[in-house]
Structure formats: C-alpha cells, structure tokens
C-alpha cells in the first residue's frame, strides 16, 4: 500500500503505492486476537491504518463515519488523524458498531518513536512523505472502545 | 501631504490584516422554542467551554466552520447547523494529561453535569456512556507482552423525549484530570412538537395487536425488533430534517452470500454488518440527508482549497 522511494521498495514489491493513510470502513476491519498479524505485511511504508475492531457483533453501516471523519480535517488541520478516525465513534448513533468494539488505527516503523509519531501526526503533517514507514519492527496502536473499563491489563480484549 | 500619506499607509495596513469576514457565532445556552416544540442546547466558544484553545487565539472563517483557534487547539462552530467540536492541536499538552475522575463514572457525572450546567435540559439526558480510549506501543514480533495503556475516557450524553430517543443528537467530551476539556462535539437541535407527536403515535400504533398487524403489513422488513426514535440531519448536514420513525436494524450480506443458492436471511442482527432503516408514522421508508449520497454538493469548490 505505502511503498514509495522514502519508505523503500518492500521486499521489491516497488515504490508505486504511496498511501499515507490507509482507512478500511468494513465489517471485520480486524480481529481482536490478530491486530498486528492482520496488518503487519499490508502497511509497507503506509503511515498508519485506521479500521474497525468489533469484539462482539459488527460494524454497522452507516452513512457518516466518514463525514464525522473528514469533518476532523475542516474543524481543526493541526488535530491528530488517529484522533479524528477514532472518536467518529462518539457522534455516530449507537457508536457505529452493532454490540461491543473499538475504533483502531496502527502505525508500524523502524523505531518505537517513529510509530508513536505516526499516530501524533496532524492532517497537514499526514501529507509528509518524508515521513513514510522505514520499517515494521515496531508498531503504535490505538484504541477507543465503545465499553467503559478500568482493566489496566490484556484481558480488557483479547490480545492474544 | 504629509497627512495624506499617512492614510494611504493606514490603508494599506488594513488591507493586509483583511482577512475573510467571520460571521457572528449564535449565541451560546438554551435554544429556546414556543409552540410546544423542544428545546435544544447551544454550545460555544470559549465563553462557555472549558476546552482550552491556548496562546494566540483567533476568530477564523473557513470550511463552513467559524473557528476559534490557538496554539492549543481549535472550538469549531458549524455556521450552517451549530453543531460544535472543540479539537486539540496533534501536540496539545492536554492530551498528555491523565483521565478525570477515578471511575468512567466520576467521568460521566462530570460531563453531565458540565453540560447540564451550561443550559442542556436535564429531562432530555437519556443516560450517559463512556468510551475507554487505550493505547500500545512496542515490538511487532513481541504483542503476547502487549499491556494496553488506559489513557482517557470519552462520555457521550445521549438524548431522550419522553421515551424516546433521539440517536442523532450527542453531547460528548473527554475531560483531564484537572476538570479542563480535551476534547468535545456538541449537537443539540431543537426539535418541532409534530415530530414528537409522530413519535407518540407510532408507539400508539405498536402498543396495539391490531394497528401494529397495519402498519406491519405495510413494511418491507421484520418490524418485530422495531424501535421508535426520532431522527434528525447529523452534524455533518446544513439542511435540517427530522421525522419520527420505527427503526428497524437489518443484516447487510455480502453480494457473494445473497447471490448463493442456499442464501437465507440470518435471524439475528448479531454478528454480520448490519444497517438501520427508517420507517414513518404512515410505513413509508425514509432517508435522512447524509443517507442521500450528493457528492456533487461535497466537493470543495476548488482542489486548492486541500493544498
């Protein structure tokens, strides 16, 4: 998806993607059990991924999560992209998720502090393809979940 | 001359702080109504927020939104709805800062109480749920080790006439540990009184065998899990619109499963994509604006505007 002449050619895959954001609005964007494994060899160079991660029931298809999204964009251009996809959840009639689930976005790259920064990155900064992913060795990840919880453990979702 | 230089030079200085004309934002507190239609809440800027928007703050026009943006972040109001939603900047110092409360219910109390206090009517607050924001960083290869971090909480206000709920209208924030807001959206209409009414009389047409067989027969889906709402324009719309309707949750199956000879509708909205649909008081199906796809009244009137 991301590959690109700054982020490398992936294994020679190429450098024609050029994807900084990659949004999957689909029932099943991951699994709660396989987050990193279902993503870990798509992103090559991409910025971050932002999907949806039911735990119980689906995603519900509706018409304004991308409006919501977007509308992070005109409302504030310095705000963080994984904040506007994430909190689409609060203004969506019954949170966009048919039962319990989370909005998701990863970022992976060749340092713990390049994949943080990915998930810190404002919508003009998105633009940067200078900061394409050099790598997937590590990876950033968040998510808001449509439950409130004070686990401060794995079990709040099935991680493994 | 002398004098007259020094105009032209005031004019010239006024031409370069010209910026695009910022419309008046409506005032912020209790939409107030007559004729037995609904109150709705206005929220605003930083008169009334706790959302802090930091050094160099600004009145600005742009994208629909009149903003009022700092080095911290922005409270943008709709100029076409009133909806508003106050963003941090990606770096604000606020989202550092841990959770308020130490329960999601202090949390929840908190945002009520903020937002009741600046002139939501109580009566419309339903209940309130909280979302749990997590995070983690770390190896790829090393996820079995993964711990999530707890960083903030988000609770949303849901709204209620009479028994009904009204899912398209949200009061929603995230707040610190030190009571200031990190983030908020806020979309509140009034609602006229025939839209309530309609309500009424559907719940009156499904508390009855016979009306509910009626209106039943009249629908193209199972109204068995039906339940009655009242529905409005999201915030993401300047055309206003609302109606009483039976919503009705049904599955959305892939193209490929339809088109399989053995198909057969799953009996439960568990599991599966699902979409809700909307029917009125007399069993017609209706839409609401963001339901009806106009790209062409979505585009920015030129590409430049995203450069």
């Given at each position: 998806m991301?590959?690109?002449?700054?982020?490398?050619?992936?294994?020679?895959?190429?450098?024609?993607?050029?994807t900084?954001?990659?949004?999957?609005?689909?029932?099943?964007g991951?699994?709660?059990?396989?987050?990193v494994?279902q993503?870990i060899?798509a992103?090559?160079?991409?910025h971050?991924?932002a999907?949806?991660?039911?735990?119980t029931?689906?995603?519900?298809?509706?018409?304004?999560?991308g409006?919501?999204?977007?509308?992070?964009?005109a409302q504030?251009?310095?705000?963080a992209?994984?904040?506007a996809?994430l909190?689409?959840?609060n203004?969506?009639?019954?949170?966009g998720i048919?039962?319990?689930?989370?909005n998701f976005?990863?970022a992976?790259?060749?340092?713990?502090?390049?994949?943080?920064?990915?998930?810190?990155?404002?919508?003009?900064?998105?633009?940067?393809?200078g900061?394409?992913?050099?790598?997937?060795?590590f990876?950033?990840?968040r998510?808001?979940?449509?439950?409130?919880s004070?686990?401060?453990?794995?079990?709040i979702?099935?991680?493994q | 001359?002398?004098k007259h230089?020094?105009?032209?030079?005031?004019?010239?200085?006024l031409?370069s702080?010209?910026?695009?004309?910022v419309?008046?934002?409506?005032?912020?507190g209790?939409?107030?109504?007559?004729?037995g239609?609904?109150p709705?809440?206005q929220?605003?800027g930083?008169?009334?927020?706790k959302f802090?928007t930091?050094?160099?703050?600004?009145?600005?026009?742009?994208?629909?939104?009149?903003?009022?943006?700092?080095?911290?972040?922005?409270?943008?109001?709709s100029a076409?709805?009133?909806s508003?939603f106050?963003?941090?900047n990606?770096?604000?110092?606020?989202?550092?800062?841990?959770?308020?409360?130490?329960s999601?219910?202090?949390h929840?109390r908190y945002?009520?109480?903020?937002?009741?206090g600046?002139g939501l009517p109580a009566s419309?607050?339903k209940n309130a749920?909280?979302?749990?924001?997590?995070?983690a960083?770390g190896r790829?290869?090393?996820?079995?080790?993964?711990i999530?971090?707890?960083?903030?909480?988000?609770?949303?206000?849901e709204?209620?006439?009479d028994?009904v709920?009204?899912?398209?209208s949200?009061a929603w924030?995230r707040?610190?540990?030190?009571?200031?807001?990190?983030?908020?959206?806020?979309?509140?209409?009034s609602?006229?009184?025939?839209?309530?009414?309609?309500?009424?009389?559907?719940r009156?047409?499904?508390?009855?065998p016979?009306?509910?067989q009626?209106?039943?027969a009249?629908?193209?889906?199972?109204?068995a899990?039906g339940?009655v709402?009242?529905?409005?324009?999201s915030a993401n719309e300047?055309e206003?619109?609302?109606?009483a309707?039976?919503?009705?949750?049904v599955?959305?199956?892939a193209?490929?499963?339809?088109?399989a000879p053995?198909?057969?509708p799953l009996?439960?909205?568990?599991g599966?994509?699902?979409v809700?649909r909307?029917?009125?008081?007399?069993?017609?199906?209706?839409?609401?604006p963001q339901?009806?796809?106009?790209?062409?009244?979505?585009l920015?009137?030129?590409g430049k505007?995203?450069?």
């Open positions: 991301g590959e690109s002449p700054n982020s490398g050619n992936w294994r020679n895959v190429g450098t024609n993607g050029g900084n954001l990659v949004v999957l609005d689909a029932s099943f991951v699994l709660a059990t396989y987050w494994r993503t060899s992103m090559a160079g991409a971050m991924l999907t949806i991660m039911p735990v029931g689906d995603t519900a298809n509706v018409a304004d999560r409006g919501y999204f977007a509308g992070g964009w504030n251009p310095d705000g992209v994984s904040d996809w909190t689409t959840m203004s969506i009639p019954g949170s048919n039962g319990g689930g989370c976005v990863i992976y790259d060749n340092s713990p502090d390049r994949a943080g920064r990915h998930l810190s990155e404002s919508w003009s900064e998105l633009r940067n393809d900061w394409d992913a050099q790598g997937n060795q990876y950033s990840a998510w808001l979940c449509n439950w409130p004070t686990i401060r453990d794995k079990s979702f099935e991680l | 001359m002398r230089s020094n105009g032209i030079a005031a004019l010239i200085f031409a702080c010209a910026t695009p004309q419309p008046p934002a409506p005032r912020p209790l939409i107030a109504v007559s004729n239609d609904v709705g809440y929220h605003g930083t008169e009334v927020s802090v930091g050094d160099h703050t600004e009145w600005i026009f742009q994208h629909g939104y009149i903003r009022q943006a700092g080095d911290e972040g922005t409270i943008a109001i076409g709805n009133g508003v106050s963003v941090p990606a770096t604000a110092s606020a989202l550092r800062s841990p959770a308020y409360g130490a999601p219910q202090d929840e945002v009520r109480d903020y937002f009741v600046r419309q607050v749920r909280t979302m749990t924001l997590l995070e960083t790829a290869d090393e996820i079995n080790n993964t999530p971090r707890l960083t903030a909480y988000y609770s949303v206000l709204r209620d006439i028994g709920a009204v899912p398209d949200f924030a707040v610190n540990t030190d009571g200031r807001v990190v983030q908020e959206g806020v979309y509140w209409p609602l006229p009184a025939r839209a309530v009414a309609d309500a009424m009389k559907l009156d047409l499904l508390a009855r016979a009306t509910r009626a209106l039943s009249r629908l193209p889906v199972d109204a899990s339940v709402t009242i529905r409005h324009s300047d206003f619109e609302v109606f309707s039976l919503d009705v949750a599955h959305v199956p193209p490929s499963t339809r088109a053995n198909y057969r009996q439960s909205i568990a599966g994509p699902v809700v909307h029917f009125d008081v007399n069993g017609q199906e209706r839409l609401l339901e009806r796809l106009n790209l062409r009244d979505k920015p009137a030129t505007e995203l450069q």
